[in-house]
Every structure is written in structure tokens, then in C-alpha cells.
């Protein structure tokens, strides 16, 4: 799953101050307990120098310590003098502790000194230190909570100020989806002060730009090429009439001239189309007016009347309400017609038509023997089922064309009890 | 009746003015925008086919300034462009038709003969062919003045061979001409034959002395 911006560097800052933390925790502890030790040691020394010159000004102190009372040194003699005396030695030890009713962590200063009369004494002096264990679980629990409350206010700011400053992307995303093709003015450029938006921006506008020119380039190739084909095309077909008119043609000669204007016929109806969907994308059909979908209906099928007959087809039709909706006149009748044009074309013979209106929707069907079809080809262009020779395959091409213009109209297909079905139908 | 054809494409112009030469129709013709302007403002003619993209100017400007100078002469506008645009505006301007290319001269020359006659004055417009009438005006069809009475689609296409008898009409062009734009992609064009059938069987009880010939696999022919 995709992971927002937003969050994408949360996971990477929860780790990294992790880290950074737990390195400084463990230096800031080893300076700390370096310096209380210096300190403690450094009072214990002090308290040494102190009991020596009490010892040599009050011999009688040697006997009296040779316990830990409140003083907390002890004073022994030595039996044999061959030790180093004056050494400081330190050392921590576990000692039970009244107060707390437990061991305790004391500091240990071992040491040594003659006195006035140079008898050589082991002096011990201990005080209570600092509890290491105490102390780290402390930083540990400091620690961690100064850890959860960077996070945090890092993660809200984030969460805020990302959204933020990223609102003008979000934007630009919003407005790139509803950007049509063809339609260059229907990305609106976003105004951003941060330079990166800007530069999608302005690189997001210059490529509709460039995509639009080509675009249009290509549709003015088209319909100048369809135009440029009428002229040659009915001369052609003009000729050819001429020679038809020539009675001394003989039959095979005659059926060939036919056969040969036909196909011409063939290319004016391909280029007739190219010129619709060129005309539709050209907002040459522009006007708007309340169009009444069942008056469009029974004219198309007064139109087809005659094939209808003649192809032993049954019309049932099922109004349920008018679909009455703003368009274009024009192009709803071209829309009805091409999908008349194809339910008749495409029938059996005898077969069905049901045409189904309802308030929101019009639904045409016919009896088909080809199956379903490929819903993802069938709108487009130049599309064609196996053997189909006189369809020039941009009926349903103009069909959609036509409701891109509508975006509130959808066309559906589907194929249910023999019969394809198109649904043009109102989003709600 | 003398017909001005505007057209700059030379063939196209050549044949139109081939075959309504060989309809009776006295020829002129235009190829540029200033003969055309010249000519239209000059003479007076029962038909113009004017082209809307010429050399040196629109044909829309043309009948702009025949307009403006109070000239009535109908206009058929004959266009490529075939836009809804052009269409609206030349009728706008006070042309009587507009044609798409390519047509057929079938349509051609129905369409310039119903615009002839809505501004002929007098009312001699009845098409005959031997003891056939037809009255474009009424849509009636009468034989030996005995009226006989066809649908819509039946008196379109006898109204096609009546225009010209003994002149074969192609299917494609009949379906084209009669059933619509609709009809030129039908995958096959036998449903004319049942409409033909019918048209027979009621002239031929009506004792018409002409009939409808079929051209096999090509079309038919009023005879």
C-alpha cells in the first residue's frame, strides 16, 4: 500500500532519533557517573588527609575506629610492613543499608599511613555513592520521554505542516483529473509559492500545451484530409454515373462501373463519419436545448421503418417516463440513429428490438446470433466484429464521442438473453 | 432555365455542367469568387449552385451581395465543408437549399428542380411521363386524371423516376436519396425491392401505361 508523503519520513525520523538518543543517553551517562565518581574520590582523599591529622594530633583515634561507626572509616594496624601503604585504592561495594533496608552501592578509598610514631595503619574510609542502577533506569524513563514527546510534536508538525505544504499538490492532482483531453483549458495551473509546485506547474502546463497541439494538429489533419477527399470523391462518382448512363455499356461492364461507385460510396460514408466525430470534437454542436429522448426514438424509427419491415424485425418498446435531458438536438439524433442503425444491422432475421425509456436512461436491445462482445473495443475506433463488411466501424466510436461531450450520460454495455444491450443512462 | 454554376474544382463543374446540359438546363459557369460576384450581379439566372470555398473569397459573401442588391435568384448552396455552421448560415443568408458533396446528380438535380419550382410564378410544375401526372405541389400522383394514392416513401421514389425517365437510377442512390443518410450502410439494399414492388403493382392497376424496370444488380429504370 502506497504510504503518504506526509508519513513516508515519520518512520525514518521515529528511528533516527532513536538512535541519536540512546548514542547520547550512553555518553551523557558515562560523563555524568566520570564526574560524581572525580567528585566522590576526590572527597574521599579530602576525608584521608583529615583523619591522618587527626590521628597524629589524638593517637587514642587509632583504637577507637576500628569499627564503621558514624565516622565510616575504620583504622587497622598493619602486621607486616613490607605493603606500600601510601597507595589510594578505590573500589565500589554492596553494603546493606539500614534506611533502605537493602545493599547499597558505597564507594571505597583503601589506603594506608604511618603514625607519629611510624606505625604503619590500613585505613579504609566508605561513603554512599550514587545507586548507577537507579540512575540509569531514571535517565532510561527521562529519556524515553523526552524520546515520545519529540516524536510527537515532530509527527503533529509534520502532519500539519505537510499538509500544508503540500495542499498545493494535492491540488494539482485534483485539477490533472479532471483534465479532458482535448480540452486544453480544463487544467487549471495551480498558484504555488514553492518552487518545486511551480515547476510541476508550469512542466504540467507546457505538456498539455505541447499534447494539445499535436492533438489539435492531428484532428485538423484529419478533417482537412476528409475534406480534402470530398471533391476527388464526388467527381469520381460523378464520372461514374455518367458512364452508367451510357446505354451501350454492356451488363458486366455496367455491374462493374456499380461495383466500382459503391466502394467509392463506401469512402464518402467512411469520410462523412471522420467529418461527424471531427464536427462533435469541434463544439460544432454546440447549442443546448431540452431534448426529448422518445419524440428522437420514433422519428430514428420512422427513418428505419422500411428496414425494419423488411427484416421481419419486432419493435417492443416500453416507456416507462420520457428521459427528457439538455443537449445538443442534433447530436442526440445522430446518437439514437447510430444505435438503432446498429440494432437493425446487426439483428437476426426474424429477430427482436426493445426499446426501454425511462426518466434517467434509454435502453436499446437486439436479438443478436454473435454473442457478447469485447465491451473494452467495441466504442473503438475502427473496431469490427468477424464478418462484418459494410459497417466502416465508427458508428460506436461516434456514439461515445457524443456522450464524452455529456459527462453526466453513460453508455453500457452488456449482453443478457441473446440480446445486446446498450444503456444510455443519467449519472446520478 | 438557365442555372450559374459557382464551382472551382474544374471536374466537379465539368460534370455538373455535362449533366444538366443533358437535362435541358442552359449553362453558365464561375470558377473564381470575382466571376462569380460578376456574373451573379449581372444576370439573372433560375438556379444558382454556388460552392462556399472559392478562390479570392467565400460563396457566402456572393450571395451576401446578391441579397444586398435585391437579387432574387434561388441559391443551392453546394458545399465540402458540410459543417452545421455553413449550413445555418447559408440559409440564414436566404439561401433556398444547401447540398452536401458528394451528392449524387439524382439529388442534384431533384432538389434544383424543387427550388426552381417554389419560385417559379406560374404554376406549370407537373411532371409527365406518358399517362402519368405528378403534381410535386400536392404530392398527388395521377393517372389519365385518375388520382391514385401512394405512401410517402412510394411517391418519393416515383417522384425520382418521373424527374427522369428511362434513366436508370441506382439502388444506393435511391436508398440514399429516399431513405436517408441512414440507409447507405444498411448491409443490403433489397428492402427496395419490396417498396418497388408495391410502387408496380399499384400503377399497374391503375393502368399505367409506363412501368418500373429493374437493371439487374444495379438499380432500376422508369421506361
Known amino acids: ?115 607519629a610514631t611510624g606505625k604503619p595503619y590500613y585505613l579504609e574510609i566508605r561513603t554512599s555513592t550514587v545507586e548507577e542502577d537507579d540512575f540509569l533506569m531514571d535517565l532510561a524513563i527521562s529519556l524515553l520521554a523526552l524520546y515520545s514527546v519529540i516524536v510527537l510534536s515532530i509527527l503533529f508538525i509534520n502532519y500539519f505542516m505537510m499538509g500544508h505544504a503540500w495542499k498545493p499538490f494535492n491540488q494539482i492532482l485534483k485539477n490533472l483529473s479532471q483534465y479532458r483531453f482535448g480540452k486544453a483549458d480544463s487544467f487549471v495551473a495551480v498558484d504555488s509559492q514553492v518552487r518545486e509546485f511551480k515547476d510541476l506547474n508550469n512542466h504540467i502546463s507546457d505538456m498539455i500545451q505541447q499534447n494539445e497541439k499535436v492533438f489539435d494538429s492531428q484532428k485538423r489533419f484529419l478533417e482537412n484530409a476528409a475534406h480534402e477527399l470530398q471533391t476527388p470523391l464526388a467527381v469520381s462518382i460523378n464520372k461514374l454515373e455518367f458512364v452508367l448512363e451510357n446505354a451501350s455499356l454492356s451488363e458486366e461492364d455496367m455491374i462493374r462501373v456499380v461495383e466500382a461507385k459503391r466502394s467509392l460510396q463506401r469512402m464518402v460514408s467512411l469520410n462523412k463519419s471522420l467529418l461527424t466525430l471531427s464536427r462533435i470534437n469541434n463544439q460544432q454542436y454546440a447549442s443546448q436545448e431540452e431534448v426529448h429522448m422518445q419524440a428522437i426514438v420514433d422519428h430514428a424509427l420512422t427513418d428505419y421503418e422500411d428496414l425494419i419491415a423488411y427484416k ?14 439538455m443537449a445538443n438536438r442534433d447530436l442526440m439524433q445522430i446518437l439514437v440513429s447510430n444505435l438503432l442503425s446498429n440494432a437493425v444491422k446487426y439483428n437476426t432475421q426474424p429477430g427482436k428490438i426493445r426499446i426501454t425509456m425511462r426518466a434517467d436512461s434509454f435502453t436499446i436491445a437486439n436479438t443478436s446470433a454473435d454473442g457478447a462482445l469485447n465491451p473494452n ?12 463488411h459494410n459497417s466502416n466501424g465508427l458508428g460506436l466510436s461516434i456514439v461515445q464521442t457524443i456522450l464524452d461531450k455529456y459527462s453526466f450520460l453513460v453508455i453500457e454495455y452488456r449482453y443478457e438473453n441473446n440480446m445486446q444491450v446498450f444503456e444510455v443512462k443519467k449519472l446520478m | 432555365m438557365k442555372v450559374l454554376i459557382v464551382e472551382d474544382e474544374l471536374a466537379l463543374q465539368a460534370g455538373i455542367r455535362e449533366f444538366l446540359i443533358s437535362e435541358k438546363f442552359v449553362v453558365e459557369v464561375a470558377s473564381t469568387y470575382d466571376e462569380a460576384l460578376d456574373k451573379a450581379l449581372n444576370y439573372a439566372y433560375d438556379c444558382v449552385l454556388l460552392d462556399i470555398m472559392l478562390p479570392g473569397g467565400s460563396g457566402l459573401d456572393v450571395l451576401r ?71 410535386p405541389e400536392l404530392r398527388e400522383v395521377k393517372i389519365e386524371g385518375m388520382p391514385i394514392i401512394l405512401n410517402r416513401k412510394e411517391y418519393d421514389v416515383l417522384y425520382y423516376f418521373m424527374l427522369r425517365p428511362n434513366k436508370l437510377l441506382e439502388k444506393s442512390t435511391l436508398a440514399e436519396t429516399v431513405w436517408g443518410n441512414h440507409a447507405d450502410q444498411a448491409d443490403n439494399l433489397d428492402f427496395i425491392y419490396s417498396q418497388i414492388k408495391n410502387l408496380r403493382k399499384k400503377l399497374k392497376t391503375a393502368d399505367a401505361t409506363c412501368d418500373i424496370q429493374a437493371v439487374y444488380g444495379i438499380g432500376y429504370k422508369l421506361v
Open chain 1, 312 to 325: 421481419d424485425i419486432q419493435v417492443d418498446q416500453e416507456i416507462v417516463s420520457d428521459f427528457v435531458l
Open chain 2, 65 to 135: 451581395a446578391m441579397r444586398d442588391n435585391l437579387i432574387k435568384s434561388p441559391v443551392l448552396i453546394l458545399s465540402a465543408k458540410d459543417s452545421v455552421d455553413d449550413k445555418v448560415a447559408g440559409l440564414e443568408i436566404g439561401a433556398d437549399d444547401y447540398l452536401a458533396k458528394p451528392f449524387h446528380f439524382a439529388e442534384l438535380l431533384a432538389r434544383l428542380k424543387s427550388i426552381i419550382r417554389r419560385n417559379a410564378q406560374d404554376g406549370q410544375h407537373l411532371l409527365h411521363y406518358k399517362n402519368v401526372s405528378l403534381d
Open chain 1, 377 to 388: 473495443y467495441i466504442f473503438e475506433r475502427f473496431y469490427k466484429g468477424s464478418q462484418d
Open chain 1, 1 to 115: 500500500m502506497a504510504i503518504s508523503i506526509k508519513n513516508y519520513t515519520n518512520r525514518f525520523i521515529v528511528v533516527t532519533i532513536l538512535i541519536v538518543m540512546a548514542l547520547w543517553a550512553a555518553m551523557f551517562y558515562a560523563v555524568i557517573m566520570e564526574e560524581v565518581y572525580d567528585n566522590i574520590d576526590d572527597g574521599l582523599k579530602n576525608q584521608k588527609i583529615l583523619i591522618i591529622r587527626e590521628v597524629y594530633r589524638k593517637p587514642e583515634l587509632i583504637a577507637e575506629s576500628t569499627e564503621f561507626g558514624v565516622n565510616q572509616f575504620v583504622i587497622r594496624p598493619v602486621e607486616n610492613a613490607t605493603e606500600v601503604l601510601d597507595e589510594n585504592v578505590f573500589s565500589k561495594e554492596l553494603i546493606y543499608m539500614p534506611y533502605d533496608k537493602e545493599e547499597e552501592p558505597y564507594r571505597i578509598l583503601r589506603t594506608g599511613f604511618y603514625d
